[in-house]
């Protein structure tokens, strides 16, 4: 008997290699994977302007970082003693306004260095909806907690959001792009909104991947809802999918987006991951130094196969 659903997922042409540079933005599931990446070696830079949640916002920070557009003193705003910025998270605000514009601009920095040489480029949708500024129609990444009654609350169209993305300089980038919906469910704007908002992000998604080569699909929402469809692989919040939610998305994004080298590579760092997270109960047995001696040489050889690679934290740890 079967008790889950089980689906293929169609990988893209060309798959991820270790040796190649990653970006990925949008909601905080994209951080989940992204920092499952980052843990394998992987050379990839997670959300530059924070965690952003709609379409428009995702679109118009890639656009800036391929612009190369350095912030200034005017992009941003006195709130409640801290200085801010609409297109950046409330982590960058400070109470020196030319340290909160430090902060920006060396984080923007590393993604106009990063967009250049970007060989697949992950996006995730969380939400349809936006919050525009009332004196601007600026659509907002974050509201930094600014009385509500500034914004218009909306919901994008399918055709807003695909033009948005047809108008952007983003389709003239030669990476790969992989769309992906973000399976945590924003119950504040209510269970029926929360179905429309996402029933818009995936038209447009798949809108998208009909109009352009190098876009493709990669299901996480889908995942979570058929395949898991479990309120036991969700935090205690029943929205964000926990730990072991994340862990099995992990694995069909393994093995379906990337390539045959770097799934054995994947599988390699696990075991040496695994090793150097053991605790031993008696350190100084012969045993243990044996153990450590193995996992050494394992690394080393790892690090031989994949020089470009920073693994002194791995060696350091097995040579102690």
């Known amino acids: ?182 399976p945590v469910r924003y119950f504040r704007d209510g269970l029926v909104e929360n179905n429309h908002s996402k029933a818009i992000l995936i038209q447009a998604v798949h809108e998208l991947i009909r109009e352009h080569k190098n876009l493709y699909f990669f299901p996480a929402y889908e995942i979570v809802m058929d395949e898991l469809r479990d309120y036991r692989f969700f935090e205690n919040d029943l929205v964000h999918p926990n730990d072991l939610a994340v862990g099995y998305v992990w694995e069909r994004f393994c093995e379906t987006m990337l390539d045959d080298e770097t799934k054995n590579f994947v599988k390699s760092i696990d075991e040496i991951l695994s090793a150097k997270n053991h605790r031993p109960f008696n350190p100084n047995t012969q045993k243990h130094l044996e153990f450590l001696n193995t996992y050494l040489t394992k690394t080393e050889l790892l690090n031989k196969a994949f020089p470009f690679l920073n693994l002194e934290a791995e060696k350091n740890y097995f040579r102690k």
Not at 1 to 11: A, L, T, V
Not at 54 to 74: C, M, Q, R, V
Not at 126 to 149: F, M, R, T, W
């Open 1 to 182: 008997m079967n008790f889950k659903i089980n689906f293929d997922i169609q990988p893209p042409q060309s798959k991820i290699n270790i040796k190649q540079n990653l970006m990925m933005m949008g909601s905080c599931f994209a951080e989940n994977i992204g920092e499952k990446l980052l843990l394998h070696k992987f050379n990839n830079l997670i959300n530059p302007n924070g965690i952003l949640f709609n379409p428009i916002n995702i679109f118009d920070a890639l656009h800036s970082y391929i612009e190369g557009k350095i912030y200034t003193e005017n992009d941003l705003f006195l709130y409640d003693e801290l200085w801010y910025s609409w297109q950046y998270h409330g982590r960058f605000a400070d109470i020196d306004k030319e340290a909160a514009l430090t902060k920006i601009n060396d984080s923007q920095k590393l993604a106009i260095a990063q967009i250049k040489n970007v060989d697949h480029l992950i996006l995730t949708f969380g939400s349809a909806y936006v919050y525009e500024l009332k004196d601007s129609n600026e659509i907002v990444s974050n509201c930094h907690k600014v009385p509500q009654q500034k914004f218009n609350k909306r919901l994008l169209s399918v055709k807003e959001i695909v033009d948005a993305f047809n108008k952007s300089n983003i389709k003239n980038l030669k990476s790969n792009i992989i769309l992906t919906v973000s």
